[in-house]
């Protein structure tokens, strides 16, 4: 049992309690005590891809953390929050709400590098306490602002996916706008509901402020879902209903992706019995013909280790125990 379980987490849970699930669902199958940890902080009030890392895998659990992530989100105009979501106590509030067009003008201006203020509810250290600790005791929390990506912002049409919990289709009956064929352009909304391609680090709640602001107005997001974590998205994802199911029907197995998952985007170095035995060493591998980069190194089909090739010498990065 080295390897992932992709959680569609639900909403409510937090991302330990996602692990506690799934080290539930070994025990009630008899696998035996693995390590467990997540790949990546979900806050309770979001649902989506949640990778649980499982046995060796762990040792990939922070490469997780440093990947891209695509969200969908409602930001809900005309109201402020101080946790920047529905959770907390409204702030502020504005009787501005946006046209469509103009929401789809400011989006490039939040696109590509940005520099971002996290919300003061956030699990980011102040003087060695978290934000949130000091929000919540009702401390001015001030932090700086930071860059991130922002790869790609889109609009969620009215006429396209609407997959979302608890969402269904506007039909031309209910929204005379869709009869235009415009979906609204120039009509001004309450709330927008927007696809995020985003780089480690950002915050989509404050990316929905950020948002609203450049809307002359304020906001606060009421739905968020994240829809890919790296390489994980939801088509392989799965309920906390079918892994425990699966828990006590002895068949995580099948729900388990394998080690190398989580390097979807690194080629393979194929070794020989010798090679494999001197890295599991900790030893450098000499003379071997392939270009610099990291690599997933291979005996077999067994994985040996996260290696970097540099000048033609194979170094260690993460080594496997299997």
Do not use: C
């Amino acid at each position: 049992m080295h390897g992932w379980i992709i959680l569609d987490k639900p909403l409510g849970l937090g991302s330990t309690q996602g692990v506690s699930a799934v080290k539930r669902a070994l025990r009630d199958g008899g696998y035996g005590k693995f390590k467990v940890g997540h790949g990546g902080t979900l806050d309770p009030l979001a649902t989506g891809v949640l990778p649980i890392a499982i046995g060796e895998a762990t040792k990939l659990a922070g490469r997780m953390l440093d990947s891209d992530k695509v969200y969908e989100f409602t930001v809900r105009f005309g109201v402020q929050t101080d946790t920047l979501d529905l959770e907390g106590k409204e702030i502020a509030s504005s009787e501005v709400r946006p046209t469509l067009a103009a929401i789809e003008a400011v989006l490039p201006r939040l696109t590509g590098l940005i520099e971002q203020v996290p919300p003061a509810y956030s699990a980011l250290k102040v003087d060695g306490q978290r934000a949130y600790d000091l929000a919540r005791a009702g401390e001015e929390v001030v932090l700086a602002s930071r860059s991130v990506v922002i790869h790609a912002l889109t609009v969620r049409h009215p006429s396209e996916g609407w997959d979302l919990p608890g969402e269904s289709a506007p039909t031309p009956a209910r929204d005379p706008s869709l009869r235009r064929g415009d979906h609204g352009a120039g009509r001004t909304l309450e709330e927008i509901t927007l696809t995020a391609h985003v780089s480690k680090g950002t915050y989509i709640r404050s990316l929905a402020r950020d948002i609203a602001i450049a809307l002359n107005t304020v906001g606060h997001v009421t739905m968020l879902r994240r829809s890919k974590a790296g390489p994980f998205t939801l088509g392989s994802a799965i309920s906390l209903d079918i892994l425990a199911e699966s828990g006590k029907a002895r068949a995580l197995e099948d729900k388990l992706l394998p080690l190398r998952a989580a390097l979807d985007d690194i080629p393979a170095l194929p070794l020989a019995p010798d090679q494999a035995g001197l890295l599991r060493q900790g030893r450098v591998l000499i003379g071997i013909a392939a270009d610099d980069g990291q690599y997933f190194a291979l005996l077999d089909e067994s994985p040996v280790a996260l290696v970097e090739v540099q000048n033609h010498e194979v170094r260690v990065v993460r080594g496997f125990n299997l």
